[in-house]
């Protein structure tokens, strides 16, 4: 059995995962950011101290076998009420980690009831805030905040943590064993980086054997990386890491115009075109876009704007699954 | 495969089921009373509009093959936030009744998601207000109100519902189709009577070949029930139901003077003494006192007194096993 480890935390981990799951000759590992401050989440780690559910929870849906209403009900938003605005798998997660005594041994709990195939493991068990430090000292704390706020204007200087967060032994011991590690795709600054600069991480990813494949996100983020180009991202994170990538993919199918259109329409200019790399060997050239209609979400334009333009989760998988 | 319908809500019923769970020849099926409307329950009926989580939360929890760790999950209230006061278990079968489109479909997830042995079926899919009209006329509305006030002071004339409320199929299906029905044991008028008042239960049990034990409840509860004999509890069950009942169980071993103290202190008199139905031929003398020390909970002293003096689950479910 290959063992796949994807990184990340939002949306791009859900895609990949999905897809993952239903091959059955892989071990797949989800290491999580634990950064994550907003809505329910937000939340439930000020009310009760328990560590960042969202990420995770979302993760353990991409790779959960059960039915159509437990996937309904992990998402499951209240709308009235105490309860108003609470997620009902973040309540479970912040219930197992109070009974169980860890967020990690929670995690597992979950794990199990969820029927999950692989594992989740939260990149650090340590309280992460993330810190981006703009070029002129300016310092954006929380990444919900960052998330919000236009920190491309002035510059990145540094992405941090408020206090030093140290790596998960777990999530350790699985890059240290993987085959093929998988960076995003995702929010960059909020689902990948809080990652990457945990304290042990990098050193992990260099003692790992395994090949590592860089998937190039489909649109920029206003306010983040509008106009990025593909080795703007490959650089930033090769840098971190202090390593190279062996494989990059970028996906070679445009999106219709409608698409572009519709994304335009919420978040500018932030389609991804593929412009340079182009001689760089590493590069693999891949149809991942998604056809598929999603429901919109008229509470939240930003990620229906999103929406219409993403990765098919069949495809991303397949692609990923062709370099073992 | 014998066929046992339990009939109840509260803890009676939760250690009858805990007990019964570990005969692999028999088939369990749980029928709960949908009046309860105290604590997290009431607060979840209130603003969410679903049905009374807590007792099926009870009985799902006793018939669980999981570990510890999901039972002490199920039985979690949250101490802190918007979530204080809740239940884990209650918020999970109001995220399902809302996901699942009816809370009987919930119930069914949920059960699922546990790994159940049996089935556990809310008595009604209406909603369930209890009314206890006393002999002066005056009414109590509110299985919690109910439950806290003195109602034998003036006498009971009538156990309604303030709309009425039609049987679930299911729970008639499975009183039909029952070798044994287990009336209780529990709270008298809050947790046995919402069920027997439901519409067609009676006709039901009417109907039905099924053998019909009573357990006689160890103690009286102050307000409701004091002093009452066991031909009281059968002769108001009988009347109830147009019914005779095949057995009446009466525990025969008294509980220790330190026991009784204990319980004095905070129910007063209510220890039953077995002084008549002794000439009965249906009357089955068994042991069933749990000898089991249990942790006091300090915020409910009621509840605390109560565990002084109860059922041990597995001897109550040899006696009720014994039967068939």
Known sequence: MKKIVTIGGGTGSYTVLRGLKNYDDIEISAIVSMADDGGSTGVLRD??????????RQCLLALSLHGDTVRKLMGYRFEEGTLKGHTFGNILLAGLEKTAGSFVKGVE?????????GRVIPVTE????????LEDGTQV?????????????VGVKKVSFKESVRINEHAKLVILEADLIVLGPGNFYCSLMPNLIVDGFKEAIKESKAKIVLPINLTNKK?????????????EIETILDKKVDYIFCNNELPSDEQVEM??????DGVMV??????DERLISVSVLSHEIVEQNKSDKVASARSYIRHDSTKIAEA?????
């Open 223 to 235: 306010g983040h990386t509008l106009f990025f180009d593909a080795s703007d991202y490959l650089n």
């Open 263 to 268: 994304y335009k329409m919420e978040e500018g």
């Open 141 to 153: 704390f929380g990444e919900n905040n960052i998330n919000h706020s236009d920190i491309q204007a």
């Open 109 to 117: 709990i979950a794990s199990d009831i969820l029927k999950i195939r």
């Open 274 to 279: 593929l412009n340079d790399l182009l001689s």
């Open 47 to 56: 009310e009760l101290g328990v560590l960042p559910p969202g990420d995770v």
């Open 126 to 133: 340590d309280i992460a805030c993330l810190v981006i430090t």
């Open 320 to 324: 990923i699954h062709n370099l073992l």
